[in-house]
């Protein structure tokens, strides 16, 4: 975090334990709760509840318009702009309350606060920490090679996708050559990689963690695998195998085509 202090004692999670939420959430916000819900429930093996009121021994979610509410809300004073991703944490041990000024900011707040859980003797606890925090980055990207034989496994990716955003990474990038089953160009496409219908699915699924997927299609270099289909030799620099030639005259139209599906 960019600014931490340690409390003197941590909130202990227990059966009356209970979150809550602005009455400004969306179903995104509710969502967020609602994950942080069961990890508190499933670490204690007790029941926690969202409630609709401020109660005792509860976790508030709180999305602050401006500055000066998300100053009140978790009593710190002269706050910088956190911006759309940061967030304000103050756990104590008689409750905690996250602030930010968006949904993606509070979502980052409580992937915090899970990862502050732990244990004290039996009992679950979130440790006792005063927390400013916001991104050096606005993007922050992994890339994944997709070439190479890898297949595109939706399950597998969807649990890369919930990690990403655990780690508050905001983007994918995926590596593609001959690896996207291209509607116009239908030989293209190894067997088990990336379709249409995965992408969509992937794409919509990622929204839910904050996550944007971004497809890099390798071209005019590293393009070996799209040239060794014979539909696509005009496209060939010299007659070589490696690199697209920019002057050919399918060049523009075919990358034009791959880039729009894509997108």
């Known amino acids: 975090p960019q600014q931490m202090t340690l409390r003197p004692q941590d909130f202990r999670v227990s059966k009356e334990t209970t979150i809550s939420l602005s009455r400004t959430a969306t179903a995104d916000d509710q969502a967020t709760a609602e994950t942080l819900r069961k990890e508190l ?32 809300a978790v009593g710190f004073d002269g706050l910088q702009d956190l911006g759309e991703q940061g967030y304000a944490l103050d756990v104590k041990s008689d409750g905690v309350v996250a602030a930010a000024h968006t949904t993606v900011g509070l979502y980052y707040a409580a992937q915090t606060l899970m990862q502050l859980l732990g244990r004290e003797g039996k009992a679950t606890v979130i440790r006792g920490v005063r927390i400013v925090d916001w991104p050096d980055l606005k993007y922050r990207m992994m890339q994944y090679d997709i070439a190479r034989g890898n297949t595109v496994n939706v399950e597998y990716w969807k649990r890369w996708i919930r990690e990403l955003g655990r780690l508050k990474i905001n983007q ?38 904050h996550v944007e997927l971004v497809p890099q299609l390798e071209s005019l270099g590293h393009a070996d695998a799209l040239l060794g289909h014979d539909e696509l030799k005009d496209l060939r620099l010299g007659g070589g195998s490696w690199a697209i030639c920019p002057n050919a005259e399918r060049t523009l139209p075919v990358l034009d085509d791959l880039y729009g599906e894509l997108a």
């Open 41 to 72: 429930a499933r670490q204690s093996g007790g029941t926690v509840s969202l409630a609709s009121k401020q109660t005792g021994n509860q976790v508030r979610l709180v999305l602050a318009a401006d500055r000066g509410a998300l100053e009140k």
């Open 172 to 209: 994918l990038m995926l590596y593609m050559e001959d690896d996207w089953h291209s509607p116009k160009y239908p030989f293209l496409g190894r067997p088990d990689t990336f379709t249409p219908g995965k992408a969509r699915e992937l794409v919509a699924y990622a929204k839910q963690y």
